[in-house]
């Protein structure tokens, strides 16, 4: 079945639709669907395993015009863009609660693809206000970007300024701005990741009786500057128990984004996103309807869905290991030639295939030389299983070798072995002969540790002025504190 999918209508929701589909990938996010009156839902629903995103963007330019009363036009601004879209919000997450149906089209006739479970789902309203940006910069020269401040508390605060929302801490929405969109979607570009910021910050929310920050970017420099080894994540606030109110400054994401940990990790992911290449082929593949097989990336089951879960910095390490292989496939005239890898996931008791085949004379490709491809990697997933005896779930890659072809073709699949009897162990041993796959005597094991915000040796040493930059020494981001306790050791996962 082919799935035809809106790309917004006006040209913020197209901005806002192909960052989604950047960061939720093509299969998950869907703009404009429609509620089962013809009436709009939303301006953009995505939805992956239980999470819920529902997005409503709003421009007006009213501001843009000069008067003399910035606080009335503010009030009046806040009243039509957030104040009525937080409403609107509410509403689309009652409908969807109710289990009412949604689709795709005004006709009714292509309904939402995704399996919505309400029992389980949690649902994140977010808010796109744009058309502020000028006349806040132009209301405070300590605005630095022109990004709409927001306040959640309980009490119905009238706060004595424009450009700072009131939002109810006890059902709170997400409002970002013109300014900030890109940087949240160029930043939290997965699921995991965006996921694991608005869980932190809805966790904050509840924890302090108010939380007050200038801007969207500011936020998340805090919550990236925040990390609690024990619990693996970064947070939002402060561990202490006596503080009931936070606050985050103006200006912590430019000073952050300065800093040589972020430039580092920006510089690292770069190669991650050969993982999200191979994901949005066979997104669109399925889109398309063209998708080959019995998985069901729809439904959560399928290779495709294991591994739009990793977080980025788990695709950087992905993806180096992939292009590692690549790069090491041995130089040989043999007419066959295979070259295996296997990787571990983020998640425990998951890891992943990856097989690389030179064949040479193929005459048959799609019925012959590729069910034979699909059959070896199933063996290679099995063999996998019996050889690291802790996993849950195997993810198979296999594609032609990219040093002897300018073409490719992708396979897939996703082998649930939690449940493992002795038949199942002896049939893929039994498989597994001739082949030897984990059997090898040049089997290599390289244990690799893995930084969010990785730290070079650069880093390490870099001298600041005519002050060398040692684990001792003041950190260079400002906080006080000694380097060896601040960004050295921010991100650690």
């Excluded at 109810?168 to 300014?179: A, G, Q, T």
């Excluded at 493992?420 to 244990?447: I, V």
Aim: hydrophobic share 35%.
């Amino acid at each position: 079945m082919v799935i035809m999918k809106s790309e917004g209508v006006t040209p913020t929701e197209k901005l806002l639709a192909h960052l989604c589909e950047r960061s939720f990938l093509k299969l998950w996010s869907y703009p404009n669907p429609f509620k089962d009156d013809r009436d709009e839902l939303c301006d953009l629903l995505a939805v992956f395993e239980n999470r819920v995103f529902i997005f409503f963007d709003r421009e007006n330019l009213s501001l843009y015009k000069e008067t003399n009363a910035p606080v009335v036009d503010w009030n009046r601004w806040e009243k039509k863009v957030i104040d009525a879209q937080i409403r609107t919000a509410h509403g689309a997450e009652r409908y969807i609660k109710s289990g009412r149906s949604i689709f795709l089209d005004n006709d009714l006739k292509v309904p939402f693809p995704i399996n919505i479970d309400r029992e389980k789902m949690m649902i994140h309203k977010i808010i796109i206000a744009h058309g502020a940006k000028e006349a806040c910069e132009k209301f405070s020269d300590d605005n630095v970007y022109g990004s709409l401040g927001i306040f959640y508390s309980n009490s119905e605060a009238q706060l004595p300024f424009p450009f700072m929302i009131h939002i109810d801490k006890e059902n709170p929405v997400h409002v970002f701005d013109s300014h900030n969109l890109p940087i949240i979607f160029g930043e939290l570009d997965t699921f995991f990741d965006f996921s694991s910021y608005l869980d932190a910050k809805i966790e904050a929310i509840k924890s302090f009786d108010a939380l007050l920050y200038c801007g969207e970017e500011d936020l998340l420099a805090h919550y990236y500057l925040n990390y609690d080894k024990s619990k693996n994540k970064h947070f939002i606030g402060t561990q202490q128990k006596d503080i009931n109110f936070v606050s985050i400054g103006e200006g912590e994401w430019k000073d952050f984004i300065d800093l040589e940990i972020y430039k580092n990790k920006k510089s690292a992911d770069k190669v991650s996103y050969l993982w999200d290449e191979i994901i949005q082929r066979t997104c669109q593949n399925t889109l398309n309807g063209t998708l080959l097989g019995n998985s069901t990336p729809l439904r959560g089951q399928s290779a495709i869905h294991e591994m739009a879960r990793e977080p980025r910095f788990t695709r950087r390490a992905l993806s180096e290991q992939m292009i590692k292989a690549i790069n090491g496939f041995p130089e040989s005239s043999q007419r066959v030639m295979r070259h295996l890898s296997f990787m571990p996931s983020f998640y425990e008791g998951k890891g992943y295939v990856f097989l690389q085949l030179k064949v040479d004379g193929i005459t048959d490709y799609e019925n012959d030389y590729r069910p034979k491809r699909q059959a070896m990697l199933e063996i290679a997933c099995g063999a996998a299983k019996n050889k690291f005896g802790h996993l849950k779930t195997v993810i198979g890659i296999a594609i032609d070798a990219p040093k002897f072809t300018k073409t490719n073709s992708e396979d897939f699949i996703l082998m649930d072995c939690e449940h493992w009897p002795d038949d199942l162990r002896e049939h893929y041993d039994k498989a597994n002969e001739g082949l030897n796959f984990f059997k090898s005597d040049n089997l290599t094991l390289q244990k690799k540790k893995v930084t969010e915000f990785p730290i070079v040796e650069e880093t390490k040493s870099k001298h600041l002025g005519r002050t060398k930059i040692g684990r001792n020494s003041p950190c260079p981001c400002g906080s006080g504190k000694k380097y060896k306790k601040c960004c050295i050791d921010v991100g650690v996962k």
